[in-house]
């Protein structure tokens, strides 16, 4: 309890101070010191009044005192910093920071400047701060530069961004622990470094699941007091290798085309997302396809049923296909995609969108806005799995190829945009067997195109936490806390009657208040 000089009480856990400077000082919107020889100031998490539909907003609160002597200053100053360090060993020291200077708004540069820079540099952490200049910079940088001192990397931008630290510290652990990444079978080692996010992107869901709130503040905060959350992780291989990782949603169908369609409309910022939803809703498609997963939990089945750990077979049209390791909730949808999903529990959340009617999809997709249970509709259906695989249905996986064949001829085909992976504005057919054929006409969208080819797409694509893989046939393993983030769940202080397990393997309603 620290005894505050106009005689305010004021409690704070010691592993939510955040520093302790000698005299009066003051950080923001300046640093400003009044070095006076018996004051000194305590900054710590100070949870704001305002609530929001998720979690807590938290902010630099601070408190100044005035000792007796100046002897007596330096002792409360020594002690407090010492317990800090003995109270908190996974604050970190030394970051290593990447800015995407184009995510979202644009505005993570001044993001950083403004709001974290002066949390970390108060905090005693020394930043070593990268702008990227090009897409997977900050990839390249963790898979094969010197990383020796630091004790996380952050990423300020978005979950595209979060996407290319996720690769590059899993990646750098493999290789160093020389493990195969392609093998869906191999146990892929946990990363020593923690992974921070300052969201500055345009879903920010990573973020928003793992902390409950879009604010660049609260995570800076979660970060110098070195918070802790491990976080499972899908790996997506197609044929022989790995394709991508996956924190948040591996979707077909719906979620694919929306992604298809707004890479070309980036201009328009976070807003392409909605315009694209409604462009790919009212183009009400769906998709035939077998998906075989393995189910998580043995209680689903009893030990004489012989289905214990066994793939289980669908076959059929869907309006959507999509796993996802945590909630990947974002502002839109406050309570996500799955909404007890857990971040750390080793499983993902395979949720089945039969094809229905466009008033019935539209629900579905309208309950992802309220608290109504998505999956409570006829044509859904979530199983909590370990692992999936997709291939394209029986009959239709040799209608799909020679329908590639035909394209090359103006015959019917399933076409995609190639968006992001090559950078090419050409369309491409992908196929059973993950080829890729261009289309004749180069200049349409894969909607237009489908029209101009005289049918809809057959073909999907998969959207891997907002990257395009333009490959039908993948095969998913979740890997039970790969990484851990500076963070602590969702904080609302209430637990989930039923649940039952431990604060790190617990996702959302029930950690407890510190
Ligand atoms: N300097 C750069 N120039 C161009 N692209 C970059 C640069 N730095 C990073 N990128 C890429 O930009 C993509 C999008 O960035 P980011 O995720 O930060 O924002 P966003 O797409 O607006 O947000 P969200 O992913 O939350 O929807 C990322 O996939 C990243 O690889
Ligand atoms: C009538 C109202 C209907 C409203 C429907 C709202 C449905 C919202 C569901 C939210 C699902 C978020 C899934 C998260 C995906 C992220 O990993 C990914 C990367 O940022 N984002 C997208 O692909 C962007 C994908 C955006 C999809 C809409
Ligand atoms: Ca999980």
């Avoid at 790996?235 to 929306?258: K, M, Q």
Wanted: glycine share 10%; with cysteine.
């Amino acid at each position: 309890v620290l005894s505050y000089r106009l005689q305010l009480c004021v409690s704070v856990p010691v592993a939510e101070v955040v520093g302790v400077e000698e005299g009066q000082v003051e950080v923001l919107p300046h640093k400003s010191v009044e070095d006076t020889d018996r004051d000194f100031t305590v900054f710590y998490v100070k949870r704001s009044s305002s609530r929001t539909t998720s979690g807590l907003l938290w902010r630099l609160g601070r408190t100044q005192f005035t000792c007796p002597s100046r002897v007596l200053r330096d002792q409360w100053t020594k002690h407090l910093r010492t317990a800090l360090k003995t109270h908190s060993p996974l604050r970190p020291h030394r970051l290593l920071v990447f800015i995407n200077p184009f995510g979202g708004k644009k505005k993570g540069r001044q993001i950083y400047h403004s709001l974290v820079a002066p949390v970390f540099e108060l905090a005693g952490i020394s930043s070593h701060v990268i702008v990227t200049e090009r897409a997977n910079q900050a990839r390249d940088h963790l898979l094969k530069k010197d990383l020796t001192g630091f004790d996380g990397v952050v990423c300020v931008g978005g979950d595209g961004m979060f996407s290319e630290i996720l690769h590059g510290v899993i990646g750098r652990t493999q290789q160093e622990a020389g493990l195969c990444e392609n093998d869906p079978a191999v146990t892929l080692q946990s990363c020593p470094l923690h992974i921070g996010i300052i969201p500055a992107g345009s879903t920010d869901c990573v973020c928003y699941t793992t902390v409950g709130v879009i604010d660049p503040v609260t995570s800076s905060l979660h970060i110098v007091i070195g918070d802790s959350q491990p976080l499972d992780v899908c790996s997506v291989h197609h044929g022989p290798g790995l394709v991508r990782y996956s924190a948040s949603l591996v979707g077909y169908g719906f979620y694919g085309d929306v992604l298809a369609e707004s890479e070309k409309r980036r201009w328009m910022g976070p807003f392409r997302y909605d315009y694209s939803g409604a462009v790919v809703f009212l183009s009400n498609r769906s998709y035939r396809g077998t998906v075989q997963y393995l189910p998580a939990d043995p209680l689903m089945s009893s030990p004489r049923d012989k289905t214990r750990y066994e793939w289980v077979s669908v076959d059929g049209r869907f309006k959507s296909v999509s796993l996802t390791c945590m909630s990947s909730s974002c502002a839109k949808s406050p309570l996500g995609l799955s909404p007890s999903a857990h971040l750390a529990d080793g499983t993902g959340d395979l949720i089945l969108v039969w094809d229905t009617n466009p008033l019935g999809f539209l629900t579905y997709l309208y309950r992802h806005t309220t608290t109504q249970d998505q999956f409570d509709l006829p044509f859904v259906e979530v199983h909590r799995v370990k692992a999936v695989r997709f291939t394209l249905a029986g009959g239709e996986e040799t209608e799909d190829s020679e329908g590639l064949h035909g394209a090359m001829d103006g015959g019917d085909g399933a076409y995609v945009e190639n968006g992001s992976i090559a950078g090419s504005q050409q369309h491409l057919a992908a196929g059973a067997n993950g080829q890729m054929m261009t289309c004749e006409d180069k200049t349409m969208s894969p909607f237009t195109c489908g029209l101009c080819c005289s049918k809809a797409p057959a073909v999907s694509v998969w959207n891997c936490d907002g990257e395009i893989l333009p490959f039908p046939e993948i095969c998913c393993r979740i890997h039970g806390q790969l990484v851990r983030l500076y963070a602590r769940g969702i904080e609302d202080g209430t637990f989930l009657k039923d649940c039952t397990e431990e604060r790190d393997e617990c996702n959302r309603t029930c950690i407890p208040p510190r």
